[in-house]
């Protein structure tokens, strides 16, 4: 009876996940937002750089998985998590390319 009085209090209190929470609250904004201004609110230089550094990071985010994944499938283990990996991989090949796009349309601002 107490677990039940608990989990009860706590359904009623917390609807969403803690990173839902996060991002649902009123003035709290997403941590990603604190990191970089808005979109057309940078210039054309500062837009290249957070292209250049989010490339970076996005690279090295998907050398990691691919690490992951490579030391997995050696010792013969796969899982769902691992499909899903493999998927975010296809994911972030495309989000490199929309950077390289979003790198040209900066390029042709400056004209």
Known sequence: MRQQH???RRDATNTHPASLQLATQGNITPPIAACRPAIDAMTPN??????GSTRAALQKKMARERAYLDRRAARGTHTPTDEAY????VLEADLLDMLTEFERHVALMEL
């Open 6 to 8: 608990a989990r009860n």
């Open 46 to 51: 500062e837009l290249r750089v957070w292209i």
């Open 86 to 89: 493999e998927l975010d991989q």
